[in-house]
């Protein structure tokens, strides 16, 4: 079946403009995980989605982050007011949301530049 | 907070010898742990998972991973590499139980394999 699609697969923006970046999770995974990936490191969670609501966004870095889930499968990450620190991949991941035995399955991220 | 040390940053082997990759943990309670695997150009991908029960766990691509609670570690073996094994490994953890769902990775190890 279809896996975890996110769209752009790469976006370059300028400092201080504002970034829509979307994920599509696996069909029924209630689950959404957003994580940032800097070159060299392992992915750092970011935010976490059970149905539409925000179970944890004790990830984000500050408040130019913020994610939406608004009907409970596709979710947006936008970042306002842009800065080059913010350049990373940006992973989105879902899962069926078992309390005990939940598995996160990753999509191919997005490359954000910013300049 | 859980942290995850992956030791080795890079480890060049020869086709066909053997691999282990260490991974040790730092948290106080129940975890389950996860090995992914980015090989160049892809996603993340499972390699293996330990819920519980046996602590010896078989993957794909002949991989297997030990948990040793004694020793907070889930290191990652092969017994014969192949020159298509050449990737990322990322090692990760999160909690059994609790409202905290994200994972927590280690900073990788790329395993580049020799023809």
């Known amino acids: 079946g279809a896996g975890v699609s996110q769209t752009p697969s790469n976006k370059v923006t300028e400092k201080g403009k504002y970034v829509e970046l979307r994920c599509d999770p696996i069909?029924?995974?209630?689950?959404l995980y957003w994580y940032r990936q800097s070159l060299g490191q392992g992915p750092e969670f970011l935010i976490y989605?059970?149905?539409?609501?925000?179970?944890?966004d004790s990830g984000l870095p500050n408040d130019r982050f913020f994610a939406v889930r608004p009907e409970g499968s596709v979710s947006t990450l936008k970042i306002q007011r842009t800065e080059r620190g913010d350049s990373a991949v940006y992973l989105c991941a879902s899962s069926k949301g078992d309390m005990r035995t939940d598995t996160q399955y990753f999509g191919p991220g997005t490359r954000l530049t910013v300049l | 907070a859980q942290s995850v040390s992956q030791h080795n940053h890079h480890v060049i082997l020869s086709e066909a010898a053997s691999l282990e990759l260490g991974c040790n943990y730092s948290y106080g309670g129940t975890v389950n742990l996860f090995w992914y695997v980015q090989y160049p150009g892809q996603h993340l991908q499972l390699l293996l998972k330990y819920f519980s029960g046996d602590p010896l766990v078989k993957g794909i691509k002949g991989f297997e991973a030990e948990f040793i609670k004694s020793k907070f570690s889930f290191n990652l073996r092969k017994p014969s590499v192949q020159w298509s094994d050449t990737a990322e490994y990322f090692c990760?953890?999160?909690?059994?139980?609790?409202?905290?769902?994200?994972?927590?990775f280690g900073s990788g190890t790329q395993l580049t394999v020799l023809p």
């Open positions: 069909s029924g995974h209630t689950a």
């Open positions: 990760a953890v999160n909690a059994r139980s609790g409202s905290a769902r994200q994972l927590t």
């Open positions: 989605f059970q149905g539409t609501g925000a179970a944890d």
